[in-house]
């Protein structure tokens, strides 16, 4: 069903990319760590995700784990003896907004567990679906620690101050229902069926046109950053741009003309 991508960077060790039409597939590949997101496995991740965005093969991306875990956090033995220093010196985990840059939508098939950077890693994503088995939490502080790759600021913008501070002081986890009546995620899904129906969304999403899904992405989240009225004008000149594109004047005419359109632009 699947063929391997052909990049450039085409060996990875934590990562394994696959093909599904215009979907590109990454599953995170640290079985035996829980998918524990090394440092290592982030740059990969990193360096495939802007390889996709810049490929116009591709139109959409899907990141999972496996049955058992989508991400259980960052490396815990990579910090363990980290001084303040050091973690100051080298950025520790800033790279990792890297993926809040790719323009393509990103969607995240989460079975099992999402912890600490796992879950702040799928809520960078543009959608989140679930397993019936998923489980979400922050739980930094039974570590002596704090969410740090926007675990605390993203949390709260989906679920709520009070939520947030539930789920993030206590570092329990939350379940698949219950990240679905908070709004974390739009649907839940049979562990089996989850990757092959979050790559179903997918496909269509790549089959329209690449600039409209990038600017839809762009202004929905630009909406996390500003507010109403800077966001309706935002929105209007995005609005404006699709004027300048061949695929806006393509789908306004197969609509009049009754036919399906083609869109060309990458
Ligand atoms: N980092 C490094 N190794 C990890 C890991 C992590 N985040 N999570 C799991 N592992 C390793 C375990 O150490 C264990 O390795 P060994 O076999 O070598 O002992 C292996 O994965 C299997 O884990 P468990 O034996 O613990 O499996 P379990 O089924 O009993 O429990 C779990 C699963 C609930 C996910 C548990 O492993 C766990 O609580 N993991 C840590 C979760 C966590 O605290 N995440 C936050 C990390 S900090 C962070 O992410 C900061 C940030 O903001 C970016």
Redo the contacts with the bound molecule.
């Keep these: 069903m699947f063929r391997k991508i052909l990049f450039r960077f085409s060996t990875y060790n934590f990562i394994n990319v696959t093909q599904k039409g215009k979907v590109a597939l990454i599953q995170f590949n640290r079985p035996?760590?829980?998918n524990?997101?090394?440092d290592g496995l982030i740059k990969e991740l990193n360096q495939v995700t802007q390889e996709i965005d810049s490929n116009p093969e591709y139109g959409s991306i899907v990141i999972t784990g496996n049955e058992?875990?989508f991400a259980?956090?960052?490396?815990?033995?990579?910090?363990q003896d980290k001084s303040f220093p050091q973690v100051q010196n080298i950025q520790m985990?800033a790279s990792?907004e890297n993926l809040t840059n790719i323009k393509k939508p990103i969607l995240a098939a989460v079975n099992g567990?999402a912890?600490?950077?796992?879950f702040?890693l799928a809520m960078m994503c543009d959608i989140i679906y679930a397993g019936e088995n998923a489980k979400f939490?922050?739980?930094?502080a039974?570590?002596g620690?704090?969410?740090?790759?926007g675990?605390t600021q993203r949390l709260i913008r989906a679920v709520g101050k009070s939520k947030a501070m539930e789920i993030t002081l206590t570092g329990e986890f939350i379940d698949a229902q219950t990240a679905l009546s908070y709004g974390l995620v739009s649907k839940v899904l049979p562990v089996a069926n989850l990757v092959e129906e979050t790559l179903k969304v997918a496909e269509k999403i790549a089959s329209f046109s690449k600039p409209v899904a990038a600017l839809i992405k762009d202004t929905i989240n630009e909406a996390e950053n500003i507010g109403l009225r800077e966001g309706v004008k935002y929105e209007r000149k995005a609005f404006y741009s699709t004027f300048a594109t061949q695929d806006r004047k393509e789908g306004m005419s197969a609509f009049v003309e009754k036919r399906k359109p083609s869109w060309t632009d990458n």
Aim: with cysteine; hydrophobic share 40%; proline share 6%.
């Design positions: 035996k760590a829980m524990a997101l090394c058992k875990a259980a956090g960052a490396d815990i033995k990579e910090m985990l990792w567990y912890l600490g950077g796992g702040e939490g922050l739980p930094e039974t570590l620690t704090i969410p740090g790759c675990g």
